[in-house]
């Protein structure tokens, strides 16, 4: 090729290499790209133990809400009876006074359309009264006796009322209290729900049992929950629950939940689960005992299980290791 001649579609101008070398970067960019070389790592899920960490600290304040909002109910339950029982003395009180006034006024009308009678006449006349205001004011003194006992129970009625309206100014804020503090129950107890839910699917959380990562079968999930939520319940030799149990009646319940029927003897539970090894065990799994296969329990992992130990000792969560295991089933 002649020296003042160049290759088709290239140029030696720095403009056209600047545009080349963009060109090139944006093709290997996008084949990084498509490559999964530059993509954005994706977000981790959260493990059950930064799970469970966050329910304890929403736990740390629903257990203060939950106290606070018993004792401002509390509070307004009392409140609220008083101020019934003061409604209560009120009502006789205003009867008492309007029925004194009604009296007081009927007199002075009386004194008012008839004229005095004539012993009020005589005290009319020698007073000279010159207005009705003044004829009132003899009337009044007539009917003081009548107007006292209308103070009285006037000033116990205002006294009672005076007491009445702060009692439901109280209500008022403490049932405003109320509101908000079950709506910041409701709030922490739905974000808690939503962490339970978001809990994975192969992880079992009871009340009894220690939190079990990995329960792979529908079946082990719901016998572990049947099984820990028998912890406490008595050893009964023969039980198969729901309220007692021996150590084959408990794991024949726990899988009988989980539509899994075993035979209530630990000989034929035996036969009737796929034989594992302790290395493959699994969270969902019977272990056997002795040579005889004369106990089983309802393993967690972890080296731990759950089973009806003995007479005098009830349901209850402990190490495989306590007594000399003879191998693992798995039902179903």
Same mark, same amino acid.
């Given at each position: 090729m002649p020296p003042h001649r160049h290759a088709p579609g290239l140029s030696t101008r720095p403009?056209?290499?600047?545009?080349?070398?963009?060109?090139?970067?944006?093709?290997?960019?996008?084949?990084?790209?498509?490559?999964?070389? =530059?993509?954005?790592?994706?977000?981790?899920?959260?493990?059950?133990?930064?799970?469970?960490?966050?329910?304890?600290?929403?736990?740390?304040?629903?257990?203060?809400?939950?106290?606070?909002?018993?004792?401002?109910?509390?509070?307004?339950?009392?409140?609220?009876?008083?101020?019934? +029982?003061?409604?209560?003395?009120?009502?006789?009180?205003?009867?008492?006074?309007?029925?004194?006034?009604?009296?007081?006024? +009927?007199?002075?009308?009386?004194?008012?359309?008839?004229?005095? #009678?004539?012993?009020?006449?005589? =005290?009319?006349?020698?007073?000279?009264? +010159?207005? =009705?205001?003044?004829?009132?004011?003899?009337?009044d003194r007539?009917? #003081?006796?009548?107007?006292?006992?209308?103070?009285?129970?006037?000033?116990?009625?205002?006294?009672?009322?005076?007491?009445?309206?702060?009692? +439901?100014?109280?209500?008022?804020?403490?049932?405003?209290?109320?509101?908000?503090?079950?709506a910041k129950k409701k709030q922490i107890d739905g974000e808690i729900k939503r962490l339970e839910a978001s809990m994975p699917k192969t992880t079992v959380v009871t009340e009894a049992c220690p939190t079990i990562n990995g329960v792979?079968?529908?079946?082990?999930?719901?016998?572990?929950r049947t099984a820990c939520g028998k912890v406490g319940r008595p050893y009964v030799w023969g039980a198969t629950g729901p309220n007692s149990f021996d150590c084959s009646g408990l794991t024949q319940y726990a899988y009988k939940a989980a539509g899994v029927y075993l035979t209530h003897h630990t000989g034929d539970q035996w036969n009737e689960g796929k034989a594992v090894s302790r290395a493959d065990a699994r969270p969902g799994d019977l272990v056997f005992f002795f040579s005889g296969l004369s106990h089983v329990g309802l393993y967690l992992g972890n080296n731990q299980m759950v089973h009806a130990p003995r007479a005098g000792k009830p349901v209850q969560v402990s190490s495989i290791n306590t007594m000399p295991v003879a191998g693992f089933r798995r039902p179903g």
């Open positions: 403009g056209g290499l600047r545009r080349a070398a963009h060109r090139l970067l944006v093709l290997v960019a996008a084949a990084a790209v498509g490559a999964g070389l =530059l993509a954005v790592p994706a977000q981790a899920e959260p493990t059950v133990d930064e799970i469970e960490a966050q329910i304890d600290k929403q736990w740390e304040q629903l257990e203060p809400t939950i106290e606070q909002y018993n004792k401002v109910r509390a509070q307004l339950k009392t409140n609220r009876q008083k101020s019934a +029982d003061l409604q209560k003395k009120i009502e006789p009180l205003a009867l008492q006074s309007e029925l004194a006034l009604n009296r007081v006024g +009927d007199l002075a009308s009386r004194y008012y359309m008839s004229g005095p #009678s004539q012993e009020v006449g005589a =005290l009319l006349v020698s007073a000279k009264p +010159d207005t =009705l205001a003044e004829q009132l004011t003899i009337l007539l009917a #003081s006796q009548e107007r006292k006992q209308v103070e009285g129970v006037v000033a116990v009625r205002a006294k009672y009322e005076g007491e009445k309206r702060k009692l +439901d100014g109280l209500i008022v804020t403490q049932n405003k209290q109320q509101n908000e503090l079950a792979v079968s529908a079946a082990a999930r719901t016998a572990i």
